[in-house]
């Protein structure tokens, strides 16, 4: 999937949050986007999942205009071909691993219970369907979520600070996870970072500021 911001533009009221934001990313690729606090990293990737409104410029997938689409458009263009990983894991507490992972099968009315397992497998949590998400470390949690984000085999991957609660050494793992995953589906990841480690794994970087974005 394709993805082109062009000249994009975000206001609460008269702060601006960013201004003049344009960007592509191909289809495979890789893209990190690093920037200070308060810059509007995640409200950015809210807008390229169509999560949030903007106020000026526009947002592709594959070519189709999120900005002429209604709510319900958005999120049926979501289901099939985005995945987002959030920093806070948003698993469902009341769902065992497994469930929490085939959720977006179940909302495209599918069932593959062994694409679960594998997928749980490939991010190593093999063994761990069964358990309930207060079981599992934090590390585990967003491997879940990195699960959960791919296997649907969208196009397009958005990830929100995914390794920032983690230690070192659980972050780079979470990461190698992740990497692998988006490589092995030849899916596109956009990657929101504070972390200079995380950002020095991707294609390109980009440097969004409040007068745009650089790389």
Same mark, same amino acid.
């Given at each position: 999937?394709?993805?082109?911001?062009?000249?994009?533009? $975000?206001?609460?009221?008269?702060?601006?949050?960013?201004?003049?934001?344009?960007?592509?990313?191909?289809?495979? @690729?890789?893209?990190?986007?690093?920037?200070?606090?308060?810059?509007?990293?995640? !409200?950015?990737?809210?807008?390229?999942?169509?999560?949030?409104?903007?106020?000026?410029?526009? /947002?592709?997938?594959?070519? /189709?205009?999120?900005?002429?689409?209604? &709510?319900?458009?958005?999120?049926? =263009?979501? #289901?099939? $071909? /985005?995945?987002?990983?959030?920093?806070?894991?948003?698993?469902? +507490?009341?769902?065992?691993?497994?469930?929490?992972?085939?959720? +977006?099968?179940?909302?495209?009315? *599918?069932?593959?219970?062994? #694409?679960?397992?594998?997928? =749980?497998?490939? /991010?190593?949590?093999?063994?761990?369907?069964? #358990?309930?998400? *207060?079981?599992?470390?934090?590390? *585990?949690?967003? #491997?879940?979520?990195?699960?959960?984000?791919?296997?649907?085999? +969208?196009?397009?991957?958005?990830? &929100?600070?995914?390794?920032?609660?983690?230690?070192?050494?659980?972050?780079?793992?979470?990461?190698? %996870?992740?990497? %692998?995953? !988006?490589? @092995?589906?030849?899916?596109?990841?956009?990657?929101? !970072?504070?972390?200079?480690?995380?950002?020095?794994?991707? &294609?390109?970087?980009?440097? =969004?500021?409040? @007068?745009?974005?650089?790389?």
């Amino acid at each position: 999937m394709s993805l082109i911001v062009q000249n994009l533009g $975000k206001h609460y009221g008269d702060l601006a949050v960013f201004s003049h934001v344009s960007l592509q990313v191909a289809p495979g @690729e890789f893209v990190a986007i690093v920037g200070e606090s308060g810059v509007g990293k995640s !409200t950015l990737l809210n807008c390229m999942a169509g999560l949030d409104s903007w106020d000026a410029g526009s /947002v592709s997938l594959d070519g /189709v205009d999120l900005g002429t689409l209604s &709510d319900d458009q958005r999120a049926l =263009l979501r #289901r099939e $071909k /985005v995945g987002f990983v959030f920093q806070a894991f948003h698993v469902l +507490p009341h769902l065992d691993v497994a469930q929490n992972v085939a959720l +977006p099968l179940l909302l495209l009315g *599918q069932h593959d219970d062994a #694409r679960v397992q594998a997928m =749980l497998a490939a /991010v190593g949590l093999a063994g761990l369907g069964a #358990r309930l998400p *207060q079981q599992l470390s934090g590390g *585990q949690l967003q #491997r879940v979520a990195i699960a959960r984000a791919l296997i649907h085999r +969208p196009s397009l991957l958005l990830a &929100d600070e995914p390794t920032g609660n983690l230690d070192p050494t659980t972050a780079a793992r979470v990461m190698d %996870a992740l990497v %692998a995953q !988006t490589r @092995e589906h030849g899916a596109a990841l956009v990657l929101v !970072t504070h972390s200079e480690t995380a950002a020095a794994r991707a &294609d390109r970087v980009l440097h =969004l500021s409040s @007068e745009g974005i650089t790389g």
